[in-house]
C-alpha cells in the first residue's frame, strides 16, 4: 500500500503540536484565545437542545412503546433499513382473547355477550393506539432523530475543527513569543496570520450553523403541536368508544344485567346527595318537586309533563355529536348550545336538555357547563 510519508509526517506533527498546546492550557502554562459571550451563548443553547431533544425522544419512546425488548427489536429494524413488522397491540390481544372466553363459555349468556362487547371496544381502542403510535413516530420522533443524525452531528463536527483551529493560532501565538531571531519571527508572524485567517472562517462557518438551532426550535414547535393534536385525537377517539361501550353496558351499577351482578341492591338511578362525587351535576339546579316523575323504581321520565326549575337553569356547550338512543333521550351537535337542568331521583351522569321545544335526558361528558 503507497502511504505519503510526508503528509503523514505533516499530520502527526500538527497533532503532537495540538496536544502539547491543549495540555499546557489544562495546566495553565498556555494562553487560549476565548470565543466571545455570543458564541458562547450559541454553544451552551446548542448543547441544552441536543441534550433535552435525547431525553424528550427516548421519553416518548417509552410511552408509545412500553416493552423494551420491543423498542430494541424496532431499533435494529431501523438500523438495518427493513420494515418493522406489524406488532398486536395491547387492546387488540385482550379483545382477541375476551371473544375466545365468550366463544368458549357461551356467546348467548350475559356473560358471554359482555365479553363480546367489551372485547370489539377494546378492538377498537388497539386500532386507535396503532394509528396514535404510526402517526407520533412519522411526525415527532423521525424529526427529532433527523436533527440529532444530522443536523448536530454537522455541528459537533465544524465545533471540532473549530477546536483543532483554536489550538493551531495558540501554538503559534506561543512559537511568535519563543522566537529569538528577526528569520524565525516573520515566519512565525505568517503563521500566525494564516491560523488567524482560517480560525476565523472556521468560528463564522461553526457561528452560522449555531444559529440555525433557532430555526431548529420552530421545527421542533411545530412537530410539538402536531403531537399533541395526534394524542388528542387518541384519547378523544377512546373516549367515544369508552361512552359508547358504557351506554351499550348501561349504567356503573348493572342495570342492563341487574340479575349478573349478586349483592346489587341499589336502584340503577341513585338520588342525588350531597355527597355525590359528581360535583359538576351537584351544583345544578334541583327542582323540590315534580308533577309527573316516575316512581322511584322505575327509569323512565314523562318528558312532556317535566318542567324545567322555576329558578337556575343553565346553558352548556356540547363537545361532541351524540345520537339518541330512544325517544327519552335529545340527540346533540357538537358546539350548539342548549340549556341544562337537574331533577330529583335522575342518574348523576345524566341532565335534561332543552333546545327550542325539544328536550330530553343528555348525558354529562358531552356537555361544558358554562358559568
Same mark, same amino acid.
Given at each position: ?13 500538527? %497533532? %503532537? ?9 489544562? %495546566?495553565? &502554562? ?12 450559541? !454553544? ?41 413488522? =406489524? ?20 356467546? /348467548? ?37 433527523? #436533527? ?14 473549530? &477546536?483543532?483551529?483554536? !489550538? ?5 501565538? @506561543? ?23 482560517? #480560525?476565523?472562517? &472556521? ?17 421542533? !414547535? ?25 351506554? &351499550? ?17 341499589? +336502584? ?10 359528581? /360535583?359538576?351535576?351537584?351544583?345544578? +339546579?334541583?327542582? +323540590? =318537586?315534580? @308533577? ?38 335529545? @340527540? !346533540? ?39
Amino acid at each position: 500500500m503507497d502511504f505519503n510519508m510526508k503528509k503523514l509526517a505533516s499530520d502527526a506533527g500538527i %497533532f %503532537f503540536t495540538r496536544a502539547v498546546q491543549f495540555t499546557e492550557e489544562k %495546566f495553565g &502554562q498556555a494562553e487560549k484565545t476565548e470565543l466571545d459571550a455570543h458564541f458562547e451563548n450559541l !454553544l451552551a443553547r446548542a448543547d441544552s437542545t441536543k441534550n433535552w431533544t435525547e431525553k424528550i425522544l427516548r421519553q416518548t419512546e417509552v410511552l408509545l412503546q412500553p416493552n423494551p425488548s420491543a423498542r430494541v427489536e424496532e431499533f435494529l429494524y431501523e438500523k438495518l433499513d427493513r420494515k418493522v413488522p =406489524s406488532r398486536v397491540t395491547n387492546g387488540e390481544l385482550l379483545a382477541q382473547y375476551m371473544s375466545e372466553a365468550a366463544s368458549e363459555l357461551g356467546p /348467548t349468556t350475559p356473560y358471554g355477550k359482555t365479553l363480546i362487547k367489551v372485547a370489539e371496544a377494546e378492538k377498537r381502542l388497539g386500532a386507535a393506539e396503532r394509528d396514535f403510535i404510526h402517526t407520533a413516530s412519522i411526525n415527532f420522533l423521525t424529526p427529532l432523530r433527523n #436533527f440529532l443524525e444530522g443536523d448536530w452531528k454537522t455541528i459537533s463536527k465544524e465545533r471540532r475543527l473549530l &477546536q483543532n483551529r483554536r !489550538l493551531d493560532l495558540d501554538a503559534c501565538k @506561543a512559537r511568535l513569543k519563543k522566537a529569538k531571531a528577526a528569520e524565525a519571527k516573520a515566519a512565525s508572524e505568517q503563521e500566525l496570520r494564516v491560523a488567524q485567517t482560517e #480560525f476565523d472562517r &472556521q468560528a463564522e462557518v461553526t457561528r452560522l450553523l449555531l444559529e440555525g438551532i433557532s430555526s431548529t426550535h420552530v421545527n421542533h !414547535l411545530r412537530c410539538l403541536h402536531e403531537f399533541v393534536e395526534s394524542q388528542t385525537t387518541y384519547y378523544a377517539q377512546c373516549y367515544r368508544h369508552m361512552l359508547d361501550l358504557q351506554k &351499550q353496558l348501561g349504567s356503573s351499577q348493572g342495570a342492563i344485567f341487574p340479575g349478573t351482578f349478586v349483592g346489587t341492591t341499589e +336502584p340503577a338511578s341513585p338520588p342525588l346527595s350531597s355527597t355525590s362525587p359528581t /360535583t359538576t351535576v351537584a351544583t345544578m +339546579p334541583v327542582e +323540590p =318537586s315534580v @308533577a309527573g316523575m316516575a316512581p322511584s323504581g322505575e327509569t323512565a321520565l314523562c318528558l312532556e309533563e317535566v318542567a324545567p326549575p322555576a329558578s337556575g337553569t343553565r346553558k352548556a356547550r356540547v363537545l361532541y355529536d351524540y345520537e339518541a338512543a330512544d325517544s327519552s333521550e335529545l @340527540a !346533540l351537535l357538537a358546539d350548539e348550545l342548549i340549556t341544562v337542568y337537574s331533577l330529583p331521583g335522575m342518574d348523576p351522569d345524566w341532565l335534561i336538555g332543552e333546545r327550542g321545544n325539544k328536550k330530553g335526558k343528555v348525558p354529562v361528558t358531552y356537555l361544558e357547563l358554562l358559568s
